[in-house]
């Protein structure tokens, strides 16, 4: 079993910037691939970014290349995903994922319990 847990949501304004953080433990590997996902009010959960194990190997989705940067601490069984220039549509709980790959909900096994960021004025 893997735990997630993921910290860092809050409210910001549009234009500014979070951190948000997925702790792993348990039967965790550094090598495993990790993932935030999003689900805004009303809406399915949606894949946001990815990280594989080496780091080099990252994916976004549209709506947040460019903005939104996944990274990995693997001495810590951590992944961040930095959030900048953040929009109102940004607004939806974020999900850390583990024990997978790929861009669906199906295909990742662990889940954290998700931090809330609101982008608003």
């Known amino acids: 079993q893997v735990q997630l847990v993921e910290s860092g949501g809050g409210l910001v304004q549009p234009g500014e910037s979070l951190r948000l953080s997925c702790a792993a433990s348990?039967?965790?590997?550094?090598?495993?691939?990790m993932a935030w996902f999003r689900q805004a009010p009303g809406k399915e959960r949606e894949f946001v970014a990815s990280?594989?194990?080496?780091?080099?190997?990252?994916y976004y989705a549209d709506s947040v290349k460019g903005r939104f940067t996944i990274s990995r601490d693997t001495a810590k069984n951590t992944a961040y995903l930095q959030m900048n220039s953040l929009k109102p549509e940004d607004t939806a709980v974020y999900y850390c994922?583990?024990?997978?790959?790929?861009?669906?909900?199906?295909?990742?096994?662990?889940w954290g319990q998700g931090t809330q960021v609101t982008v608003s004025s």
């Open positions: 348990g039967r965790t590997s550094s090598r495993g691939a």
């Open positions: 994922a583990a024990g997978g790959w790929g861009t669906t909900n199906d295909k990742w096994t662990y």
């Open positions: 990280i594989g194990w080496s780091s080099s190997i990252l």
